[in-house]
């Protein structure tokens, strides 16, 4: 089955300074990889998602990039603020609809 | 966007007891749901999925006679923890998605077995 690798599990940020996580996949049948951020005592908040279709994709201060020949992923925050201290998730699935597995998690504080 | 509630959010119970958690989707009609296990500071395992009408898929490792998952309707599906023990405690969660929609996550529901 599938298995997600996420590095670092802590990152810690000067506020306005760029962050970066990195995410590995073990099955190359996978499709879809959507990045969640949780923030405590919540439940994880989708904040973008890539198709194996597309090598990056851009939100505002976010981005995601995808190499699938060497199967890993990386999410940049740009200009990074006090409320972008969370705990951010990679995953990794065959689609949408289809389940998808978890990296062991990133913890970014952002330091004033 | 769409919205995932799920119920209680916090629940206290004796060991032994069975715990109902509800997930509803409110906003759109989920084809499938899933089941998540998350403990302190760990990543969310997946624990079962869930389609409306049929029976639901378990993860290796998970009993699927002590977490008994119900999917009756596209907009409700429920989990229920039977016989409840200490090492039952943690952070439950549900998701919901419908055709080409995202995962959309519920708040988690907290269960503490004393």
């Known amino acids: 089955g599938e298995n997600v690798e996420q590095h670092p599990s802590t990152l810690s940020v000067q506020e306005g300074d760029s962050a970066v996580i990195k995410c590995t996949y073990s099955?190359?049948?996978?499709?879809?990889f959507p990045w969640y951020k949780q923030e405590l005592g919540k439940g994880p908040q989708l904040i973008i998602d890539?198709?194996?279709?597309?090598g990056e994709k851009k939100d505002q201060r976010i981005a995601v990039t995808l190499n699938k020949t060497a199967k890993h992923f990386s999410l940049h925050i740009t200009e990074t603020q006090p409320e972008d201290s969370a705990v951010y998730f990679c995953a990794a699935g065959l689609g949408r609809d289809d389940k998808i597995i978890f990296g062991k998690g990133t913890r970014l504080h952002i330091l004033p | 966007g769409a919205v995932v509630s799920q119920h209680p959010s916090w629940v206290i119970c004796k060991s032994g007891t069975s715990v109902k958690i509800e997930c509803r989707s409110l906003d759109f009609q989920a084809t499938t749901m899933f089941w998540y296990r998350q403990f302190p500071k760990q990543s969310l395992m997946l624990m079962a999925t869930s389609n409306e009408g049929s029976k639901a898929t378990y993860e290796q490792g998970v009993e699927k006679d002590k977490f008994l998952i119900n999917h009756a309707s596209l907009t409700l599906s429920t989990l229920t923890v039977t016989s409840a023990h200490p090492e039952d405690s943690s952070f439950y969660i549900c998701s919901a998605t419908s055709g080409n929609q995202p995962q959309h996550f519920g708040d988690g529901t907290r269960l503490s077995i004393l």
């Open positions: 099955d190359s049948a996978s499709n879809y």
């Open positions: 890539i198709r194996s279709n597309v």
